[in-house]
C-alpha cells in the first residue's frame, strides 16, 4: 500500500492549511470533481467547518466521453453539474482526488467559464501522480505520487470505497 488512512488524512490536512494560509478570508468557493474529488471537497469543507469557516460547494461529473467513433477517442465532457452558487466574481477552488494529464481539469474550467466569469480559479488535488499533458500546475497538493504513465493509482476513500487507501498498480 502506498498510502494509508493516516497519510491521506495528513494530505487533507495539508491541503486545508495551505488553502487557509492563501485564502484567510474564507472568500471562496469549492468545486469537486466527481468521483472521489466531490469526496475530497467535503472533507475540506468539513475542517473549514470545524475551524468556523463556512463556504460554497458544488460538483461537477466529468466523464470520460467517446466523442469520435471512428477514431474511438475518448474525451473528458462534462455530464452533469450542480453549482448553486454564482460563478460570477467568485473565487473557485477546484477540488479532485488525482491529477494526472491535467485535460479533466481543462473541461472543468471550460464547465465553470459557461456559468460565468469567476472571479480566479485554482486547483486542488489530493495526489498529483505527474505526467501532465497541458501546461496546469496544482495551487495545492495533499501528496505527490511518482508514477510511470501506465501505472493506475488506484484511490479508496471511505465514503466511497468503504475505506481509505491508496495503492499504485503496474501495467
Ligand atoms: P487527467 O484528466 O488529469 O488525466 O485525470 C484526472 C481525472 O481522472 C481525475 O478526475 C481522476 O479522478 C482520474 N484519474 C486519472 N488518473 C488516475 C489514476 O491513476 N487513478 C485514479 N484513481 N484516478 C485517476
Ligand atoms: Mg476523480
Same mark, same amino acid.
Given at each position: 500500500?502506498?498510502?494509508?488512512? !493516516?497519510? +491521506?488524512?495528513?494530505?487533507?490536512? &495539508?491541503?486545508?492549511? $495551505?488553502? /487557509?494560509?492563501? @485564502?484567510?478570508?474564507? #472568500? ?13 471537497a ?13 463556504v460554497?460547494? !458544488?460538483? +461537477?461529473?466529468?466523464?470520460?466521453? &467517446?466523442?469520435?467513433? $471512428?477514431? /474511438?477517442?475518448? @474525451?473528458?465532457?462534462? #455530464? ?31 464547465? +465553470? ?28 497538493t ?27 498498480t503496474?501495467?
Amino acid at each position: 500500500m502506498q498510502l494509508n488512512a !493516516g497519510d +491521506l488524512s495528513s494530505a487533507v490536512d &495539508r491541503l486545508v492549511t $495551505a488553502i /487557509l494560509s492563501a @485564502n484567510s478570508d474564507g #472568500q471562496f468557493a469549492l468545486v469537486g470533481l466527481r468521483s472521489r474529488g466531490d469526496e475530497v471537497a467535503e472533507r475540506i469543507l468539513e475542517q473549514l467547518a470545524s475551524r468556523g469557516i463556512e463556504v460554497p460547494m !458544488g460538483v +461537477l461529473d466529468i466523464s470520460l466521453y &467517446r466523442d469520435d467513433l $471512428a477514431h /474511438l477517442n475518448f @474525451n473528458p465532457k462534462l #455530464q452533469s453539474s450542480e453549482i448553486d452558487f454564482p460563478v460570477d466574481g467568485t473565487h473557485i477552488i477546484i477540488v479532485d482526488d488525482v491529477l494526472f494529464t491535467g485535460r479533466t481539469v481543462r473541461s472543468a474550467i471550460d464547465a +465553470l467559464m459557461d456559468y460565468g466569469r469567476p472571479a480566479k480559479i485554482e486547483l486542488a488535488t489530493l495526489i498529483d501522480r505527474g505526467h501532465r499533458e497541458l501546461p496546469f500546475a496544482p495551487d495545492y497538493t495533499g501528496v505527490f505520487l511518482e508514477t510511470e504513465r501506465m501505472d493506475y493509482v488506484d484511490v479508496r476513500l471511505v465514503q466511497t470505497d468503504g475505506e481509505d487507501a491508496v495503492m499504485v498498480t503496474k501495467n
